[in-house]
């Protein structure tokens, strides 16, 4: 069922401020790994869409797992895309994607292009995460170190579903499986299967903005791990960010962000700033993250999306 949160922000018939964001078609968010529609008021895209909204566009959260492979989470995707179209009327939707919440988009405009308009990925793991490797590395397949984990990290996933108003029952986890698809040997074997808007090789900026399935790709990424000394989570992804060689958000580096076409891969974010977190508490010296989707969603708009 759609949140009462997706209801008030796409169907609350509050007077909007501008049409600046008013696609032709549904923006749907999706989110990443342990993330979430809300909890307590505190949207995972963090003002982003009362933003959007106010700027004309009609804006849903995806309800996806917090923590599962990226086909499962994009089946959920798919299903709640069907939810969209039949409540809005609408024949497509505008898919943007942070973090696993870009491959997960990726799967679904892949599998029903005729669903979708487009696919944002914001800092997306499209070639994996060196994260992700050592975590990986750092439990044999199958050992009781790994389900131990895997049942601590499940856990932990079904509270924050339970904080933010769903039941882990009908959005199950699997942390283990998360983890499989985040790496770089799972990203790559997705994106022999699911290739669309995906660059010819690694660190390359030629994917195709419009691909063959008829739907348009998009990245935007932020290159710096620490950015604002107020932020209790800078440290840690600046700690997260050594497992790089390259630049990177502290989770993801900006080469396995690119998709389609490249906006910007080097904005002075890292991977919690690319959504506007934590409370907004961002780099000094930036673009507004809020701002940038509203940017892309009059991107869509002049493309007639």
């Not at 919440?101 to 696919?119: D, I, L, M, Q």
């Not at 983890?179 to 994106?191: E, K, P, Q």
């Not at 932020?222 to 209790?232: E, I, M, P, Q, R």
Request: charged share 20%.
């Amino acid at each position: 069922m759609l949140t009462l949160l997706c209801l008030f922000v796409g169907f609350s018939g509050q007077a909007h401020s501008s049409t600046y964001a008013k696609t032709k078609h549904p923006i749907v968010l999706v989110h990443g790994l342990f993330g979430f529609e809300d909890i307590l008021f505190v949207d995972y895209f963090y003002k982003v869409p009362h933003k959007l909204s106010r700027n004309g566009a009609v804006v849903y959260i995806a309800e996806v797992s917090p923590a599962n492979s990226t086909e499962v989470r994009g089946e959920q995707l798919l299903e709640y895309i069907d939810e969209v179209l039949a409540l809005s009327g609408a024949d497509k939707v505008n898919l943007i994607g942070h973090s696993h919440g870009g491959p997960t988009a990726r799967y679904a405009a892949s599998v029903a292009p005729e669903k979708v308009a487009s696919v944002s990925s914001v800092a997306g793991v499209n070639w994996g995460s060196k994260v992700a490797d050592q975590l990986r590395d750092a439990f044999s397949e199958g050992s009781v170190g790994e389900g131990a984990t895997g049942l601590v990290v499940d856990a932990f996933a079904n509270i924050i579903e339970i904080a933010s108003g769903s039941d882990p029952r009908d959005k199950p986890t699997d942390s283990i499986a998360a983890l499989n698809s985040l790496s770089t040997a799972g990203s790559v074997a997705f994106n022999q299967q699911y290739p669309e808007g995906m660059p010819t090789a690694y660190c390359r900026n030629d994917g195709k903005m419009l691909a063959e399935n008829g739907v348009y790709y998009f990245s935007w990424s932020g290159g710096k791990t620490y950015t604002n000394a107020l932020d209790v989570v800078d440290p840690f992804l600046a700690i997260t960010g050594t497992a790089f060689k390259e630049p990177n958000d502290g989770l993801v580096s900006t080469c396995s962000s690119h998709l389609g076409k490249v906006l910007k891969d080097n904005y002075k974010m890292n991977h919690l700033d690319e959504v506007n977190q934590s409370f907004g508490i961002t780099h000094w010296f930036e673009t507004n993250p809020v701002d940038v989707f509203v940017r892309q969603a009059n991107r869509l708009k002049g493309l007639g999306l």
